[in-house]
């Protein structure tokens, strides 16, 4: 039995059944037990966009170096990512942001990061490349309250399914939060007695969902794209939010964990097996308010191509060897298919009004 599984066997027989979502924050984030406190899971337990091709987070680059100009290029702008990983993304943006002039003396860098293992990889990984390319040193930060005051641009890879979700299940006795209990000893999933708090709102078309349905609402994700929305209304910028997830809200149990690349039980071995969830983009667009719009989303195989995914890679295979040019194809096929990350991955850019998000 793992610590963090004693740990929460004792919280949920001093306090009774656990949300499914303080489960998910203490799996990923106990501050001495959790999977992103302790690891550097990349390459191990899963692999990600950036990581699988220099490529995507080059295309992200020219992304965000277009949002600057179209936001009038500013000479002191914020560049931010959430939940950077390796900082692979960051650093191949940075490198391709960098042929627009005046963008990195403008761009000051920050990085939303929970974890310190993977912050120290971050930093290694963006060293070299800061100095090289004449940026500033980047700032690690653990929350959004922490962004600096100006124009933002965001960007967020695989950061959002990584957040606790609440889960509800629908009961003969009407809908009720899932927890987890412990029964025989094992961790198991289970209706909480008491009715779901007033104040808690699911959507209307669940009113006659059948027993049994599950649904999912991600507060932690909602609360942090409206205080994004209201920083870009306020002085400009945009988010770009690519994850795996769905375009419309629907019910489903998405809570999945892996480890070594495998599905594994969620509730095994809390702290050592990656927790996600599916994200909601509609949810997410909701928060748009007043002052900015949500690019209606797309998938991430769209947006990849729309960006030139295509004549990046035949231009990289012009110095390459057969090796490298059938890596590069390969890379593309992974990124953009159908049966691979094109479909399942969507793009959502949030943007201060009156900006065209180039990929959409
Ligand atoms: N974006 C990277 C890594 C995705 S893994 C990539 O595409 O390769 C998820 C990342 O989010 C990790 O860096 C993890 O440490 C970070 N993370 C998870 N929860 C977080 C939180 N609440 N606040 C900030 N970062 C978080």
């Not at 390459?43 to 950036?50: A, I, V, Y």
């Not at 231009?315 to 298919?337: N, S, W, Y």
Request: with cysteine; net charge negative; aromatic share 6%.
């Amino acid at each position: 039995m793992s610590d963090l599984s004693t740990i929460i066997r004792d919280e949920i027989s001093e306090t009774g059944p656990m949300p499914v979502a303080r489960f998910m924050a203490l799996a990923l984030g106990h501050p001495q037990h959790g999977y992103y406190t302790t690891s550097d899971p990349l390459g191990t337990d899963f692999t990600t966009s950036p990581e699988i091709s220099q490529m995507f987070g080059e295309l992200v680059g020219a992304w965000a170096a277009d949002v600057w100009h179209q936001i009038g290029s500013p000479v002191a702008f914020t560049l931010v990512e959430l939940g950077p990983g390796r900082g692979t993304l960051m650093a191949d943006a940075l490198r391709a942001a960098s042929g627009q002039p005046g963008f990195a003396k403008a761009a000051r860098i920050q990085m939303v990061e929970t974890s310190p293992v993977l912050s120290r990889v971050q930093q290694a990984t963006l060293a070299p490349i800061t100095t090289k390319f004449g940026y500033a040193e980047p700032e690690w930060i653990n929350s959004v309250d922490q962004l600096a005051d100006g124009p933002l641009i965001i960007i967020a890879n695989e950061f959002f399914d990584a957040l606790p979700i609440h889960q509800f299940v629908k009961t003969d006795k009407g809908w009720r939060e899932q927890c987890v209990v412990e029964t025989d000893g094992k961790l198991a999933f289970a209706p909480s007695p008491t009715p779901v708090p007033g104040g808690v709102m699911l959507a209307p078309s669940l009113k006659d969902a059948p027993v049994g349905t599950i649904t999912e609402t991600c507060q932690a994700g909602t609360a942090i794209i409206s205080e994004l929305c209201q920083r870009i209304a306020n002085t400009s910028g945009a988010a770009l939010i690519i994850d795996y997830g769905y375009t419309r809200s629907a019910a489903g149990d998405t809570l999945q964990a892996m480890r070594k690349g495998k599905f594994v039980p969620v509730l095994e071995n809390p702290g050592k097996a990656d927790l996600t969830a599916h994200v909601d983009f509609q949810a997410l667009a909701e928060c748009a308010g007043e002052g900015t719009t949500a690019h209606p989303a797309t998938t991430q195989g769209q947006f990849l191509l729309q960006l030139g995914i295509a004549q990046r890679a035949a231009m990289l295979k012009q110095g390459a060897t057969p090796d490298q040019a059938e890596a590069i194809d390969e890379a593309v096929r992974r990124l953009t298919d159908d049966d691979a990350m094109g479909t399942l991955f969507k793009v959502l850019a949030i943007t201060a009004g009156r900006i065209d998000p180039a990929g959409f």
